[in-house]
């Protein structure tokens, strides 16, 4: 626990510090171009990137290539130094290749993500903002291997505080166009000039983050000599491990594909109330799980690969117990509060400049709903990993294929029944259930792997972490009532006294209230927190 918890502490603090950077770098976007038409286009632009690298890249990173690389640093008698200098060689030659065909296919990309008409306004401005974002593909990806790399080495701190440096970047860039631009949020004014510092803007960030990570790469003893001998590459071995992950990648994408559609067509029927919500929210849902859920899962990884490998079950069992217990002891209460004070988050957050305090609004009620999904959506992506220690991508598929297709049912349906204002709305609770479902069966089917993950003793745990997160809940309740009752609404300063109460005094009080009931994992964290305090 003690490993785990140093080894999270690093990322956590270099995450907190990335999340943070990236809440001003939303704020200042919200500020610069809204969450209406320019917003949409810009969202739908930028999220193409992402779901090509999780489709090429990213589920394979740390589901295949991360265990490869593990077994190669433990079995090539050069600790698999041309095994990774290989894998960077191909990873970057495909990613350029792709990142070039991407561009010339962009309005098929935004055609396929949006249900906006080619030829209206908003298609045409998310192609040209795309053509400019996506050459980050490559650097991206390239940055994406290295940081595996660093990983497997035990280096966790440029990973972690690399995308840092691209908030900075990019909250630069939006600050300019802000300063610079007539045109605002209006997206029948703004030029191809102001897209180009848009969305070239945005791939400078990466290709900062990019560098930062190939540096610290070199400062860790790697050293890059591309290599072309790839009969040696195991991509044989790669690609029969990858394609089941692939495949579950596929699935995903196919249900975000089917999220960007439902949700630009919620946008045209109600300004405002399109990708953009969609995008912001889910963003701030994703915030305490990247902080907290991924730090773990980075360490957790590599240590579960190594005990499978040397066949001690009993420790893949301690290892995720520790881990989800560890996860949940702040995912619980947080998720509370998020159902709890959604809106009084976005307002100071987005409810500034071309943004409406009631567009903000309406991002906080997404937010809400996603508060639902926190804790099943952390155990699940935690389950996960049980399976890709034992080099399994294929049953992740299967539990990644059910989930979502019971997600696009149920957002089909939400979406049908619902009206368009609330569509996304429907869009999050749909996620929310279907990632509830999904877990209990990722369980049950991971149980069966290791012979028993402890059920009861993570139950017993859970259903403590909860009766301490209460008393929180009724208190960010009645921070939000009296102040809606007495002070007339949440504007930017009744969100901050709402936050201060209900989230900063409600976040203390269940750390007091769980230290009573000695809920371990919260002790150590405090613990943690009050040693590194008293240096």
Request: contains cysteine.
């Amino acid at each position: 626990m003690s490993r785990m918890l140093r080894a999270g502490a690093i990322m956590a603090a270099g995450t907190m510090v990335s999340r943070v950077t990236g809440f001003v770098r939303t704020m200042v976007l919200a500020y610069a171009i809204g969450t209406a038409a320019l917003g949409d286009s810009y969202n739908a632009a930028y999220a193409i990137p992402y779901s090509i690298l999780d489709l090429l890249l990213l589920g394979v990173l740390s589901s295949v290539i991360v265990p490869m690389i593990v077994r190669a640093q433990q079995n090539d008698p050069d600790g698999g130094q041309a095994y990774e200098q290989r894998l960077l060689t191909v990873a970057t030659v495909t990613l350029v290749g792709v990142a070039v065909l991407a561009v010339f296919a962009a309005p098929l990309l935004i055609d396929l993500y949006t249900d906006w008409a080619p030829g209206s306004r908003r298609f045409e401005v998310g192609v040209t903002l795309a053509r400019f974002i996506l050459p980050q593909l490559a650097f991206f990806g390239v940055g994406a291997v290295a940081g595996a790399i660093l990983n497997t080495r035990d280096r966790y701190g440029a990973p972690m505080w690399a995308p840092v440096l691209n908030n900075l970047v990019v909250i630069c860039v939006f600050v300019a166009y802000a300063v610079m631009s007539p045109a605002k949020d209006d997206i029948e004014r703004v030029s191809n000039g102001e897209l180009a510092l848009l969305g070239l803007g945005t791939t400078a960030g990466i290709v900062a983050q990019a560098a930062v990570l190939i540096v610290a790469l070199r400062r860790a003893g790697f050293s890059f000599v591309p290599r072309f001998d790839l009969w040696n590459a195991r991509l044989g071995e790669m690609a029969k491990a990858g394609v089941w992950t692939i495949g579950y990648v596929i699935v995903t994408q196919l249900g975000f594909v089917l999220t960007t559609n439902l949700s630009s067509a919620a946008g045209n029927e109600v300004l405002g109330h399109g990708i953009s919500p969609y995008t912001l929210a889910f963003q701030l849902f994703q915030l305490p799980y990247g902080i907290i859920g991924v730090s773990v899962i980075t360490a957790m990884l590599p240590r579960m690969s190594r005990a499978v490998g040397e066949g001690r079950l009993h420790d893949v069992r301690s290892e995720f117990g520790s881990s989800v217990k560890l996860v949940c002891a702040l995912m619980v209460p947080v998720s509370l509060l998020l159902m709890v004070l959604g809106p009084a988050i976005t307002v100071p957050i987005y409810g500034h400049g071309a943004n409406s305090v009631a567009d903000a609004v309406y991002i906080g009620n997404v937010l809400q709903v996603y508060g639902l999904a926190l804790v099943p959506f952390s155990v699940f992506q935690l389950l996960l990993r049980v399976f890709y220690s034992f080099g399994d991508t294929r049953t992740p598929v299967f539990v990644g294929a059910g989930t979502t297709a019971v997600n696009a049912a149920l957002m089909v349906v939400f979406y049908v029944l619902l009206p368009a204002a609330y569509a996304v709305m429907g869009l999050a609770l749909a996620y929310a259930i279907a990632y509830g479902l999904g877990a209990v069966l990722a369980w049950w089917l991971a149980a069966r792997r290791v012979q028993g993950l402890g059920g009861w003793s993570v139950g017993m745990a859970l259903t403590r972490m909860y009766l301490a997160s209460l008393p929180t809940a009724v208190l960010a309740l009645a921070a939000v009532w009296v102040v809606t009752q007495v002070f007339g609404g949440l504007g930017f300063v009744n969100s901050l006294i709402v936050l201060s109460v209900g989230g900063g005094l409600g976040l203390l009080l269940y750390l007091g209230v769980a230290h009573r009931m000695r809920i371990p994992e919260v002790n150590s964290i405090v613990g943690m927190v009050a040693r590194r305090v008293g240096r």
